[in-house]
C-alpha cells in the first residue's frame, strides 16, 4: 500500500527573442574570449549563462572586464517569451487543481519579485507567495503551514531536505541549479509516501542558448549518477540530455 503514484520529468525550451539574445549571447561571447587568460571569468560565465535571460533588463559585469548592458527596459519590453510560458504552464495546472511550486535559483534578485507580481496579476483569485531565505529551516515547515499558495516561490536549496510538500504536485524548475542532490531532492519534495497524485517536474529554459546547454550539463551529471544508483534514463527526463562531463564550468566555456 506504499507504492507511489506516477512521477514524471518534461523538459519545456521555448525561443528567445532576438532583441534580448543578442545582447547575452555577445557578452558571453566575450567572457569565454577572454577565460584562457583570467580564469575568474568561468564562475561569471556559469552564473551568468543562466541568470541573464530571466533578468535581462539589468546591467551586469564580469569581474569589471566584460560588460552586459540591457537594449530595453521592462517597461517598454513587456513580459518575455518565458515569462509568458509560465503562466501558461501554471495556468494548465491550476486549471486541473494541481498547486504548483516554482524554482528560481537567483531568488535574491528582481527575478523573484518579477515573478510573483506577473503571476499574482495572472491569477488573481489565487495565492501566490514568495518563501524568503530568510526564514531559519527550522521553521520553513510551520511557515508554509501557516501560509497556504495555490504557487510558491522559492529557491531549491531552501527546500531540498527535510520538507515534505505533498499539495505541490506540479514542480517547475523556472531556473537550473548546477548542484545535482540539490536538484535531485527538491525535484522530488512532493514525490513521498502519502501522495496520491501524479507528480509532474517541468525544467524551463531557452532554446540554443548557453542556458539550454547548462540544463543538458546538469542532465548529464544526473545520468552518471543514476547510473551509479542502478536507475534508467527516460526519454523525456532532464537526464537524458547531455553526455557526461566532469566540470560544467569548463564543459560551458568549451561549448
Known amino acids: 500500500g506504499?507504492?507511489?503514484?506516477?512521477?514524471?520529468?518534461?523538459?519545456?525550451?521555448?525561443?528567445?527573442?532576438?532583441?534580448?539574445?543578442?545582447?547575452?549571447m555577445s557578452y558571453l561571447s566575450e567572457i569565454t574570449s577572454k577565460i584562457?587568460?583570467?580564469?575568474?571569468?568561468?564562475?561569471?560565465?556559469?552564473?551568468?549563462?543562466?541568470?541573464?535571460?530571466?533578468?535581462?533588463?539589468?546591467?551586469?559585469?564580469?569581474?569589471?572586464?566584460?560588460?552586459?548592458?540591457?537594449?530595453?527596459?521592462?517597461e517598454d519590453f513587456g513580459l518575455t517569451n518565458k515569462e509568458k510560458r509560465l503562466i501558461e504552464n501554471v495556468r494548465g495546472e491550476l486549471e486541473q487543481g494541481r498547486d504548483c511550486l516554482v524554482y528560481l535559483t537567483f531568488t535574491n534578485q528582481q527575478v523573484a519579485a518579477d515573478l510573483q507580481n506577473f503571476l499574482s496579476k495572472a491569477f488573481p483569485n489565487k495565492t501566490i507567495r514568495f518563501l524568503p531565505s530568510s526564514v531559519p529551516a527550522a521553521k520553513r515547515k510551520q511557515w508554509i503551514e501557516k501560509n497556504p499558495a495555490d504557487v510558491m516561490i522559492c529557491n531549491p536549496e531552501l527546500v531540498k531536505t527535510g520538507l515534505t510538500l505533498l499539495n505541490f504536485v506540479t514542480i517547475i524548475f523556472y531556473e537550473t541549479t548546477y548542484n545535482v542532490f540539490t536538484l535531485k531532492?527538491?525535484?522530488?519534495?512532493?514525490?513521498?509516501?502519502?501522495?496520491?497524485?501524479?507528480?509532474?517536474?517541468?525544467?524551463?529554459?531557452?532554446?540554443?542558448?548557453?542556458?539550454?546547454?547548462?540544463?543538458?550539463?546538469?542532465?548529464?551529471?544526473?545520468?552518471?549518477?543514476?547510473?551509479?544508483?542502478g536507475k534508467l534514463s527516460g526519454d523525456d527526463d532532464l537526464s537524458s540530455m547531455g553526455e557526461e562531463e566532469d566540470d560544467i564550468q569548463i564543459a560551458l566555456a568549451k561549448s
Open 2 to 24: 506504499l507504492q507511489l503514484p506516477p512521477y514524471e520529468e518534461v523538459v519545456d525550451l521555448v525561443e528567445m527573442e532576438e532583441r534580448l539574445k543578442s545582447p547575452y
Open 36 to 74: 584562457r587568460r583570467d580564469k575568474r571569468l568561468l564562475g561569471n560565465l556559469a552564473t551568468d549563462a543562466i541568470a541573464i535571460p530571466d533578468m535581462p533588463f539589468i546591467p551586469r559585469d564580469a569581474q569589471e572586464v566584460c560588460f552586459y548592458e540591457p537594449t530595453t527596459t521592462r
Open 185 to 229: 531532492q527538491a525535484s522530488r519534495r512532493s514525490w513521498r509516501i502519502g501522495q496520491t497524485e501524479p507528480i509532474k517536474v517541468i525544467f524551463m529554459a531557452y532554446e540554443n542558448t548557453p542556458q539550454h546547454k547548462a540544463l543538458e550539463l546538469i542532465g548529464a551529471k544526473i545520468s552518471a549518477a543514476n547510473s551509479l544508483e
